[in-house]
Every structure is written in structure tokens, then in C-alpha cells.
């Protein structure tokens, strides 16, 4: 399968519980890259490329969640990489 960028809102019950912890740990594992990052509204944004079948993986470990947290809803929007990130980061 192809490279593809993932660009990903997950909405809930989703800071401070560990979601980004799981959600960078995770691309971490699957040598995706990209990032992590809280949004001021309450939600979470994941920015990941890499391989396809990975990121399709990935976004459903992502509409779980780690235990304490209850995702609610996931907006997912697939693109083309652009080879930008290296590694996988947990954003402030």
C-alpha cells in the first residue's frame, strides 16, 4: 500500500485523560510520523503519514482510546504526504 497523510479530529472525553500519551506512543510503534496535540475547544488533532494499512490501524486504535478516555466522535481527512515530519511528536 501507498503512503498517505492522516489528519484526524477526535472529540470527547479526550484531554487530560492520556490521549496524547497513547495516540504518540502508538504512531511511535507503527513508524508512522506526525503529531499529537490539544486543542483549545477540547478536542485532539493527529496530523500522521505513513503507510496506509498502518494509518487505517491507527485511526481505529484512535476511535478507542486509551482506558480512561471516551471518544465521542472522530473526523478523519485522508491526503497525500508531504514527507514534513520526522518522528512522531506530542505537541503542547
Known amino acids: 500500500m501507498a ?6 479530529k477526535i472529540y470527547g472525553r479526550v484531554q487530560g485523560v492520556g490521549f496524547r500519551y497513547f495516540a504518540r506512543e ?6 508512522l510520523s506526525g503529531y499529537v496535540r490539544n486543542l483549545p475547544g477540547g478536542e485532539v488533532e493527529v496530523m500522521a503519514e505513513g503507510n496506509e494499512g ?3 490501524k491507527y485511526l481505529g ?3 478507542v482510546g486509551p482506558t480512561r478516555a471516551h471518544v465521542e466522535r472522530v473526523d478523519a481527512v ?3 504526504p508531504t514527507g514534513e515530519f520526522y518522528g512522531f ?3 503542547a
Request: net charge positive; proline share 0%.
Open 3 to 8: 503512503d498517505k497523510r492522516l489528519l484526524a
Open 89 to 91: 511528536a506530542a505537541k
Open 61 to 63: 486504535a484512535l476511535r
Open 78 to 80: 485522508w491526503g497525500e
Open 54 to 56: 498502518l494509518l487505517a
Open 26 to 31: 502508538l504512531g511511535r510503534s507503527m513508524n
